[in-house]
Nanobody, 122 residues
Framework: QLQLVESGGGLVQPGGSLRLSCAAS????????IGWFRQAPGKEREWVSC????????IYADSVKGRFTISRDNAKKTVYLQMNSLKPEDTAVYSC???????????????WGQGTQVTVSS
């Protein structure tokens, strides 16, 4: 059974850091690109970042470029999102998603996890 389970969210002050994890099961992780998305209350879901199946290619939304870093450990079947210099506008539910191929794109995702809440507030 295919599963994506996010963890690592929480409350952090502006300027702080968090590392999110996305644990995958039920499929061969290195055969697929994995992306991170976020959705703030009252807003549409926003694509944040993607890492290719082999991990050699990453892309980021302009809003997080230079602050967030995506990585993966295929042996541990886990994808990470390191978030630094967090801002109140980063507050959202963050979800990871599997794409239907190995390459990164902003679209073409076919399965999402349940998400983890990130709140940036003083």
């Amino acid at each position: 059974q295919l599963q994506l389970v996010e963890s690592g969210g929480g409350l952090v002050q502006p300027g702080g850091s968090l590392r999110l994890s996305c644990a995958a099961s039920g499929f061969t992780l290195d055969s697929y690109a994995i992306g991170w998305f976020r959705q703030a209350p009252g807003k549409e879901r926003e694509w944040v970042s993607c890492i290719s199946g082999g991990g050699g290619s990453t892309i980021y939304a302009d809003s997080v470029k230079g602050r967030f870093t995506i990585s993966r450990d295929n042996a541990k079947k886990t994808v990470y999102l390191q978030m630094n210099s967090l801002k109140p506008e980063d507050t959202a539910v963050y979800s990871c998603a599997k794409r239907f191929g190995q390459r990164c794109r902003t679209g073409g995702y076919d399965f999402w996890g349940q998400g983890t809440q990130v709140t940036v507030s003083s």
